[in-house]
C-alpha cells in the first residue's frame, strides 16, 4: 500500500481506496492489516489535535479468508525433504572425495575430508526450522546465546521477532540434537556468534539458490522456507494442541493469526457435535 495522506482519505473516500487497493492486486487480509494500521494514525492524531474528527471511524473490515495459504508437508513428502536433505551431504562427501583424487594424482595435498553430519548450514537450519516454526529472519538471526543447552530452551530476542516481543520455545528432542552437533560441528563459537553465519559470520540474508536446489531434489513443489513454519504448527494442530499454546509457540500477536490452522483438527469438531448426539 502506498502512502496515503489523512486529508486525501477525507476527499477521496474509504470506499474509493478500498477499491484503489483492490485494483492494485492488494489481497483484502493485507488490505485490512493497512487500513487497521492507518486507523491506529489517525486516532492518535485526533487525540493529538492534529485532526477534528477520525475520518475512518466505524470503517467495517473487509471479509477475507480467515485460512489463507497452508502450506504443509504430506507426510511423504517430508520423508522426501529429509532424505534430500540427508543425500546432499552425502553428494557434498563425495564429490570432496573425487577431488581429492584428482588433487592427489597430480602431486597436490589432498583437503580435509567431509565427514560427519551437517557439512554447511542447510540441513540444520531446515531441520530447526521444522521443529520450531521459526520464521526465516528469525533463523537468520539466530545467535548461540539465545540457546540454553542446559535448560533445552531457545529464547528468540525482541530484536529478531516480527512481534517485537521476546519469546522462549522449549527444545524438543531433534532439535535439540540438531543445534547440540551443529554447535559441536561449529568448533563451540561462542554466544554472539550467529547459529547460520554466512561469509566471514556475517549474517546471511537469503538461501534462494540452496532451498530451490533443494526442492528440485525432494520433487516438491510451491514449498517455502516459511512454509516449514505452517508444517510445525499443522502438526501440532493435527497432534491436538490447543490454539493458544500454538499461538504462544509461533509468536503470533493476535490469536486470530492463529485460528487459519484451526480446520486442520477435524477429529475435535467431530468428538464435539457426537456430544449432542441423543
Known amino acids: 500500500m502506498g502512502l496515503i495522506h489523512p486529508l486525501e482519505v477525507r476527499q477521496r473516500g474509504t470506499t474509493s481506496l478500498r477499491q484503489r487497493w483492490k485494483k492494485e492486486g492488494t489481497k483484502p487480509r493485507s488490505i485490512n492489516r493497512d487500513i487497521q494500521r492507518l486507523q491506529s494514525v489517525l486516532s492518535r492524531a485526533v487525540e493529538w489535535g492534529v485532526l477534528d474528527r477520525h475520518p475512518l471511524a466505524g470503517l467495517k473490515p473487509l471479509k477475507a479468508d480467515k485460512t489463507g495459504r497452508v502450506r504443509f508437508l504430506t507426510a511423504d513428502e517430508e520423508v522426501a525433504l529429509r532424505k534430500a536433505l540427508t543425500d546432499r551431504e552425502q553428494n557434498l562427501r563425495e564429490a570432496r572425495i573425487r577431488f581429492n583424487t584428482w588433487r592427489i594424482a597430480r602431486g597436490k595435498k589432498p583437503l580435509p575430508e567431509r565427514d560427519g553430519d551437517y ?66 560441528r561449529q568448533g563451540k563459537p561462542g554466544p554472539d556468534a550467529l547459529v547460520f553465519p554466512g561469509h566471514g559470520g556475517e549474517r546471511m540474508t537469503r538461501i534462494d539458490t540452496a532451498w530451490e536446489s533443494l526442492m528440485t531434489k525432494a520433487a516438491l513443489k510451491n514449498f517455502r522456507l516459511h512454509d516449514c513454519r505452517h508444517h510445525f504448527a499443522s502438526k501440532l494442530v493435527q497432534a ?39
Open 119 to 184: 557439512l554447511d548450514y542447510l540441513r540444520p537450519l531446515v531441520m530447526l526450522a521444522l521443529n520450531t516454526g521459526l520464521r526465516r529472519g528469525e533463523l537468520l538471526g539466530l545467535q548461540w546465546g539465545a540457546v540454553s543447552f542446559d535448560a533445552k530452551l531457545l529464547t528468540v530476542v525482541a530484536e529478531t521477532a516480527k512481534s517485537g516481543h521476546t519469546r522462549r520455545l522449549p527444545l524438543n528432542a531433534e532439535a535439540f540434537g540438531v543445534l547440540s552437533a551443529w554447535h559441536k
Open 240 to 278: 491436538g494442541v490447543d490454539l493458544y499454546t500454538v499461538k504462544e509457540l509461533l509468536g503470533h500477536s493476535e490469536i486470530a493469526m492463529t485460528e487459519r490452522y484451526s480446520h486442520l483438527a477435524p477429529d475435535n469438531l467431530r468428538l464435539a457435535v457426537e456430544k449432542v448426539a441423543g
